[in-house]
């Protein structure tokens, strides 16, 4: 792919996740009150509306606000440009790569406008499991997240270590 192509795929996919994040927060904020739960899927699936101080799972949630805002403000936009450098500079991306970068810049992106706009906080809403083995509260924006990082992890595995040319173990 060319570095035109890299990076147009990247922010198409990027702005997707945003869209579909923030469109899918703002219909759950409207239709349910904070502490309300809705089930589906016989509780397999429970939609519960709540703002996080936290990252994934509330790490970080009992930080003091200046060292949260640094952390989840300033450390998420250093590695969202790294990531964005990384699509800039390496020709040796291929599609999968893109499009997992195209998840996390997304994902990253939309839970960094929240912080933004809501006082450092992420609106949250999805909770997943089955009796008592639950995940924690997250969003959309999460899966891209989490998406991406498993493309990157898949890809790295299935690439192998690689050893300059002309070396020898």
């Known amino acids: 792919m060319t570095t035109k192509q890299r990076v147009t795929t990247a922010l198409l996919g990027a702005l997707a996740w945003i869209l579909i994040d923030q469109a899918t927060k703002a219909v759950f904020k409207q239709i349910l009150t904070p502490g309300e739960v809705v089930s ?3 509780g397999s699936l429970l939609v519960l509306p709540t703002y996080n101080h936290g990252a994934f799972l509330s790490l970080g949630a009992g930080m003091s606000d200046a060292t949260r805002n640094i952390v ?13 450098g ?11 790569e893109v ?7 997304g994902g990253g992106l939309s839970n960094l406008f929240d ?19 639950r995940t924690g509260v997250f969003n959309v924006a ?13 890809w790295g595995a299935r690439r192998g270590p690689k050893l300059p040319s002309g070396s020898a173990i």
Do not use: E, K, P
């Open 99 to 105: 499009i997992a970068i195209a998840c996390i810049l």
């Open 86 to 96: 990384w699509l800039l500079r390496s020709s040796r991306l291929g599609r999968t």
């Open 142 to 154: 999460d899966i891209g997240i989490m998406l991406g990082v498993a493309l990157i992890l898949l």
């Open 115 to 133: 912080r933004c706009v809501y006082d450092g906080r992420v609106f949250d809403f999805l909770n997943v499991g089955i009796g008592q083995l």
């Open 72 to 84: 989840f403000v300033y450390g998420v936009l250093a590695i969202l440009v790294g990531l964005f």
């Open 40 to 42: 589906f899927l016989s």
